[in-house]
């Protein structure tokens, strides 16, 4: 048995930036988690989400047995049924009957042995992935440029880039340690950036010039810089003959006019974005969720590659178009074939590529061809096509959109598995079997990031009782139905060693990912295994483009206005991500801190527009599509366009009673990638005014309220539960736990105060009141679980001394709030990030807060006064 070093080298598991982590294992389910100074895409780094891991790695709420409905199940007896329904199933109704949703967050090992056991063994290609909601149009607009899909960049080039341009990327909040790199090209070398984002997000606060475009118009934008640089004889006529391929009609097929008009900017703006370019030839453009989750994303991507190629800013150092991915392993999907569009290894549906997979695995069938994409796959669920579905990692009945269709589909389906480190999901919620599987800590494999670098995974703790790994899970049902010789895999390093040794097999050069030289390392390299990068930094600095002449494709891509209309809605609705929060937060929201930052899902309107329709800040609205309805807190705030608004994705059944992003968008997608259209759809939003509002802080979650809206977060000694609805507000005192109870209530005037009390300490305590009126929350929250506290200043809400609000909390590490800093600012005339982190610590851990200080600093002013 080998002996566990005390820190284990492994990797960060949220975003697709992949930052190297150290881990050590401080007994129990503890450990310390540090940034690793010598992995090469952060160097030391880590992002608040990365930095409080160690919050997230207990045992609540995990699914620790295989569950047959709601009873505990033996491995075999659940294995045994898994495999004999999906066979009994093939059987009666054909291998495309069933189907595999998989998950960004599964390990390639997982991956591949999911995707070999669907498209190989039982020879269909219905496995698809959350990854498709997420870059599946970079992946299109890739294959459609360069033959494979292949990032052509490095984060080493964002250091030796003169301009970045930042396309539909929030990247201080998304990819933080991305966001550092480029604030420390910037100090260094002085390269310029422009953010292209219909929101004035803190990434675009910190940009020499932000293009506020009108949502979905970066065709237009891009293909008028092309003809503009075009018009300037800035295009590289060597690289465009020599390396790529230009159909005849394709000047004339981009020709856009008015840009400024068709993107809603200023033209001095856009003239400043062509001088820019044409200036700082060393070029990043990094794009991200705003070009994909389109529903013209491929030709979005496919419009700034185009710039690309032509002006040959690519293949050079600090140049070239960077699609940066969401999830950890979202590369790695793609790399196995974990997309329903793309086979295994980079490899098409073609038939020698068929035959080739066929002959690799010596499997008995092959899949006919691609199969079906995310939201086609819920689709035929729903009419009953699809009857038995395998579900790895990930929350499709809140994260897909059309979520209600999604649960009708779940509910449709007579075999729903679900494999999953958590026990409640909405999602698990449909599934006749459940499978434990490992968390981050406990998983032991790899993942690609989005600079094609692969790291190692690595456990730092034992598996709780039942819960194995997801790759051992397939071949476990893979052998019973009758595949054992393909699926006797020992260990995540066989299962890895093929997968490298397919990328190779048959593939003289013609593909670039080739990791064959790994497909006969010993286990013991497998355990030292260093990042490495397929492809090299720069795949297409020197050699060939993987298509049949060599060369890159100029694709034809116009501008056509989204043609859902208004539909009566004359708003438009973004959707995205929280700083400190991670998909439907079944992980981070376990962390008290990370909750700190956003406590409540908000919608996010300009002032102007809250005036108009009717809206409080602070108050309640609901935000309807034609697809459904949900309610939030409103925010207002100039950083949105007047007809647009912004909720965030991550609340669920789970977490709140509103606040569903997901019932929002519709089933609209892209028509090459499949990808659903996440932003820019028809939206409206009124105002909800509850009969009473109420708060309780409780050191025991209740069960889920029964009101129009609520919200449960973490707080350090428990949770704190907003909560808004109708009828009589005495019927909240049920959400009490038991104990000593104090209370004042006025029922004529519906105010209710009521605290618990557990062997001295503050157990609970519940405020409401049908005028609005309502303690602040923070000195309440800091008493709970503490004795001494006198009863009349639990019930006044506030102690005899009043205590400084901080306001809402910026930097989640040292505890400090938006209003302490602007205070430091003033008082102490602070002019820098490094200043306000010298004078009160803010900023100086993590620093996912350094955008939002650097953003204050100027502002100070206007907040104090405000
Ligand atoms: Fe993890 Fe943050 Fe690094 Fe992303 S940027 S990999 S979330 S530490």
Known sequence: MTSVPATVKTACPYCGVGCGVLATATGGRGATIAGDPNHPANNGRLCSKGTHLEETIGLEGRLLHPMIGSERAGWHEALDLVASRFAATIAEHGPDSVAFYASGQMLTEDYYAANKLMKGFIGTANIDTNSRLCMASAVAAHVRAFGEDVVPCSYEDLDQADLILLVGSNT???????????????????????????????????????????????????????????????????????????????????????????????????????????????????????????????????????????TGRIGKPGSGPFSITGQPNAMGGREVGGLASMLAAHMGFSDAERDRAQRFWQSPTICPGPGLKAVDMFDAMAKGKIKAVWIMATNPAVSMPDARMVRVALANCPFVVVSDCIADTDTQRYAQVRLPALAWGEKDGTVTNSERRISRQRSFMTAPDEARADWWQVAEVGKRMGFSEAFAYPDAASVFREFAAQTGFENAGTRVLDISDRATMSNADYDDMAPFQWGGASPFATRDYPTADGKARLIPVTYVPRADGSRGMPMRLNTGRYRDQWHTMTRTGLS??????????????????????????????????????????VAATADQRRREMFVPIHWSDQTSGGGRTGLLPGNDRDPVSGQPGFKNIPATASAYKPGWTAFLVTRTRPAAPDCAYWTAIRTANGWLIELAGDGDPADLVALLPQGERAEMIDARRGVIRSAVVVDGHLHAALFASRSGGLPPREWLVARLGQGNTPMIEVLAGRPATPVADRGPIVCVCFDIGLKTIVSAIADQSLISVEAVGKAINAGTNCGSCRPAIANLIPRQKELAHG
């Open 592 to 633: 008290p801190k990370l909750s700190q930052h956003r406590r409540e899902p908000l919608v996010e309107i300009h002032p102007d527009t809250v005036r108009r329709l009717g809206l409080t800040d602070g108050g309640l609205a609901r935000v309807a599509t034609p697809h459904g309805a949900s309610i939030f807190r």
């Open 172 to 310: 201080a909040w998304c990819h933080p340690v991305v966001w550092q790199r480029i604030e420390a090209a910037r100090a260094a070398r002085g390269t310029k950036l422009v953010v292209i984002d219909p929101r004035r997000t803190e990434t675009a606060e910190r940009a020499d010039l932000h293009l506020a475009i009108a949502p979905d118009t970066d065709i237009a934008l891009f293909n008028g810089l092309l003809l503009e640089m075009k018009a300037r004889w800035q295009l590289d006529g060597g690289h465009l003959a020599t390396r790529t391929s230009v159909n005849d009609g394709f000047w004339e097929s981009i020709a856009t006019s008015d840009v400024a008009a068709i993107c809603d900017v200023a033209p001095a703006d856009l003239a400043t974005f062509y001088d820019l370019f044409t200036d700082h030839p060393r070029t990043v453009t990094l794009f991200s969720q705003g070009v994909n989750q389109s529903t013209s994303g491929t030709d979005k991507a496919n419009a700034i590659i185009n710039l690309h190629l032509a």
